[in-house]
């Protein structure tokens, strides 16, 4: 149980153009998911916060113009990144949390953004 | 506010060797613990969790980890070390609902 799928699992994408991330918690309601990005050797950073049917909460330095998040529902969030550039290059994880759960979450498989 | 300290960033042990990852945490509530493996070009998996229940948790793999409130500590170890244990280890606070990862530790295994 407690399964989040990411999709896609690698994307390459040109300079400019935009790229969709979809984050699904298959067999649990997740009141709460969370992007992270992890730079090659290095720890993960939280980007954003969201809650199903409110805005995401971003952290200090992520641009939310350019890295949009929506939580539709218990089960889907979606990351778009917004005019893709080379830097943005990177490794995405989600997770989520489950209802009610212990603190607990559980992550997707991660999804590897080339920009090129 | 709270923060992770993992003590070195890599580790080498032989194949059946113990394996000793530290980990030293601060929190301003009583957190829940835990350490994620991660395999190269993938997400996290959790091995184990501390949630204020018994202070020796086991976990998958042979893995287990001791909570000591006294020392601020969550070390891991397993008996003996296998090839596939080779990955990166997070130690993990989780306090109010907001999770702060240590910086990790990358564990090689010789054969």
């Known amino acids: 149980g407690a399964v989040v799928s990411q999709h896609p699992s690698r994307v390459i994408c040109k300079s400019g153009t935009s790229v969709k991330i979809e984050c699904r918690s298959l067999?649990?309601?997740?009141?709460?998911m969370f992007w992270y990005r992890q730079f090659p050797k290095q720890s993960l950073m939280l980007m954003a916060t969201?809650?199903?049917?409110?805005?995401?909460?971003?952290e200090q330095g992520v641009e939310k113009d350019k890295f949009l998040i929506n939580h539709a529902s218990l089960t889907l969030s979606t990351l778009t990144v917004t005019s893709a550039h080379p830097e943005d290059s990177s490794f995405y994880i989600c997770?989520?949390?489950?209802?009610?759960?212990?603190?607990?979450?559980?992550f997707g498989p991660g999804t590897r953004l080339t920009v090129t | 506010a709270q923060s992770v300290t993992q003590l070195g960033s890599h580790v080498s042990v032989s194949e059946g060797a113990l394996v000793l990852l530290r980990c030293n945490y601060s929190?301003?509530?009583?957190?829940?613990l835990f350490w994620y493996v991660q395999y190269p070009n993938q997400g996290l998996q959790l091995l184990l969790k501390?949630?204020?229940?018994?202070?020796l948790v086991k976990g998958i793999n042979g893995f287990e980890a001791e909570f000591k409130k006294s020392e601020t500590s969550f070390h891991l170890t397993k008996p003996s070390a296998h090839m596939s244990d080779a990955a990166e280890y997070f130690c993990?606070?989780?306090?109010?609902?907001?999770?702060?990862f240590g910086g990790g530790t990358r564990l090689m295994v010789k054969p």
């Open positions: 997770s989520a949390s489950l209802r009610g759960g212990t603190y607990e979450q559980y």
């Open positions: 067999d649990f309601q997740a009141t709460t």
């Open positions: 969201s809650n199903e049917g409110s805005k995401a909460t971003y």
């Open positions: 929190s301003s509530v009583p957190p829940y």
């Open positions: 501390y949630t204020s229940a018994a202070t």
């Open positions: 993990v606070v989780n306090a109010g609902n907001m999770l702060t």
